[in-house]
């Protein structure tokens, strides 16, 4: 190959395989040079098609080459729910990728308080954690990570047993905080999701489905957002009950328009469909 070509302008080549990591680990296999350009765009976002793919990935990896893993996600990854070793994984990773800064665990059925806290220890520049569905997940964690992980801007707690306690951590702590997911968050109140909305100045959106002991949207923003902190801006996302009562009398009308709707159908249908009557 031509070895005049600088590392930077190899490197913009090969980013646009970056999606392509069979590709990529064919291009790293081929000299000394394309092996050192690629390196870094072959672990910063590895992809997971199974458990066992990601298995061996957490305990083949380096601490050299886990320097460059910036994403690990692993909401596509199958039976990552009933896996009892994922916590041993996740502790084994975190130690050697110092530099991640997004991090998706949903639906890690598995993970506990303890485990997350040891996961987060090492990973101070983490941006994005995800969580959704954890739900041996609660405050005991969150206490940690706002320690741990101190510059996060997006998270999701869907489902947790966080209560108002988190959320007043999360508006103090987490200054760079664009982005709250809670859909499922049974434990939190409105008290709490005032504390987020009127402190954490960051804060852009802010998802509250299912959150049966917040009150619903109208009450809730006369209530919080008419302070002086108020912030209008940030939408308050609930879930519309999609469900209207009938009464009787109107589900008997409908009944009958239905009933007669048929009777015209079946009068203007073919003889060959109406002889079968």
Known sequence: ???????????????????????????????????????????????????????????????????????IDLHMVPHRWDSFRINNLLFTLSEKTPNLELLNLDLCSQLTNKALIKITKPLHDLRILSVDQCELIGDESIEALVNNCPYIQELYLGSTHITDNSLNLIATKFILLTHLHLPGCEYISEIGVDKVTSECKTLRYIDLQDCYNVLGERTFQQDTLSGANARPDIPLIFEDDQWEDIDEDDEEEGEEAELEQGEEMWEDAPPAYRAID
């Open 1 to 71: 190959m031509d070895t005049r070509l600088a590392y930077e302008t190899l490197s913009q080549i090969l980013s646009y395989l970056k999606e392509d990591q069979s590709a990529l680990v064919q291009i790293n296999r081929t000299c000394k040079k394309l092996y050192e350009v690629s390196l870094p765009l072959l672990f910063k976002s590895p992809k997971f098609e199974t458990f066992s793919c990601f298995e061996s990935f957490a305990t083949t990896l380096t601490e050299t080459n886990g320097l460059f893993v910036r994403n």
